[in-house]
């Protein structure tokens, strides 16, 4: 089965300033999807950002932007500009092209004002 | 547009005992999802339908859990009998499309309801 592995269980950063956020997971598959999910500590879980394995342009949206590299099996968010409301938890997330999905264990993101 | 819906928000029971969980996804969305969140882990899949058919339930503990979505709309989950491991937060999720098209839907997730087993 795959796996998805956050390394940082917690990370800071203060306001304004650029985090980034790192994800690696274990596939033999060539064909597959990413996404990074928050959790506010209201719990309801958010899409930030997804990948197509196939794309080999970073996606972007607005502030968060990733690092994909697929040799390595990594899949990093980085976040400029953090803002007060980014403080959650991110969770780094695989899709199988036969839909399995697995998430990583998650990253706790406290932005200091 | 509503959001996808859970009941009920917290839940207390003994072990041994059953509880049920239920799920109102977005209006129109095919795909379905139910997953179990232990505290300090990301979420875990347990079961992921497309309308009423079951896609993929490899890692549902089919002895105790069972969960069905009928005429493709609402769903529940039912845990028979509860063990004090079932402790967790249950979350659902719902997408708009089904097969190959679903990899890249967004998921909306519930509030999830939150399972305490004594």
Known sequence: ?113 | EAGVAQSPRYKIIEKRQSVAFWCNPISGHATLYWYQQILGQGPKLLIQFQNNGVVDDSQLPKDRFSAERLKGVDSTLKIQPAKLEDSAVYLCASSLGWGRAASTDTQYFGPGTRLTVL
Do not use: H
């Open chain 1, 1 to 113: 089965a795959q796996t998805v592995t956050q390394s940082q269980p917690e990370m800071s950063v203060q306001e304004a300033e650029t985090v980034t956020l790192s994800c690696t997971y274990d596939t033999s598959e060539s064909d597959y999807y990413l996404f990074w999910y928050k959790q506010p500590p209201s719990r309801q879980m958010i899409l930030v950002i997804r990948q197509e394995a196939y794309k080999q342009q970073n996606a972007t949206e607005n502030r968060f932007s990733v690092n994909f590299q697929k040799a390595a099996k990594s899949f990093s968010l980085k976040i400029s500009d953090s803002q007060l409301g980014d403080a959650a938890m991110y969770f780094c997330a695989y899709r199988s092209t036969g839909n399995q999905f697995y998430f990583g264990t998650g990253t706790s993101l406290t932005v200091i004002p």
